[in-house]
């Protein structure tokens, strides 16, 4: 069994394919940077191995913006999620399952129920001042919430929550 020729650029391979002999690549040294020929001067090889650590160290760094939030847990879709369960329970206790209850409708009870439970501004979910509609709107939007206040996406929140908290 013969060992094969190491070779380490192109002129070596083709040095080796013309004497007809079998080669393989050698291994990189921890010294070189990949791509540098063996003829490249020192200062070449040591400011490709600073940008090759430079690349790597960028490459390693968290980016620098904030996460995107999903959808889900975004304060428009937590509104939605709170009056819809809020219609379909004030249409459990009223006893009317087809009872028509408008955004407005809802916002203002819940924040009737915010007042009386003197929840903090900053708990609560629908506050006095801002454009919840709006926010209401997009939530239901995420939610897939229609018209009359149907989500499949919401009947499948409330069933993983019941299955998670017991």
């Known amino acids: 069994m013969t060992s094969k020729r190491q070779v380490r650029g192109l002129l070596d391979v083709f040095e080796a394919e013309a004497q007809g002999e079998e080669w ?10 990949l791509g540098l020929g063996l003829g490249a001067v020192e200062q070449a090889r040591r400011w490709a191995l600073i940008g090759m650590e430079h690349e790597a160290k960028i490459q390693a760094r968290r980016p620098a913006h904030r996460p995107k939030k999903e959808n889900i847990t975004k304060i428009d ?3 939605a999620f709170a009056a819809w369960q809020m219609c379909w329970h004030l ?20 924040q009737v129920i915010e007042r009386t439970e003197s929840l903090d501004a900053g708990e609560r979910l629908f506050p006095e001042r801002g454009n ?10 995420i939610l897939e919430i229609d ?9 499948e929140l ?9």
């Open 91 to 110: 249409r459990g206790l009223s006893n009317k399952p087809d009872a028509h209850i408008t955004n407005r409708e809802l916002i203002r009870v819940i």
């Open 24 to 33: 393989e690549l050698a291994e990189q040294a921890l010294g070189n940077a």
């Open 158 to 166: 409330q069933q993983s929550f019941t299955k998670t908290t017991g």
């Open 147 to 155: 018209g009359d206040w149907n989500s499949k996406v919401c009947e």
């Open 132 to 141: 919840s509609d709006a926010s209401l709107s997009r939530g239901k939007k």
């Open 77 to 79: 879709s937590i509104r």
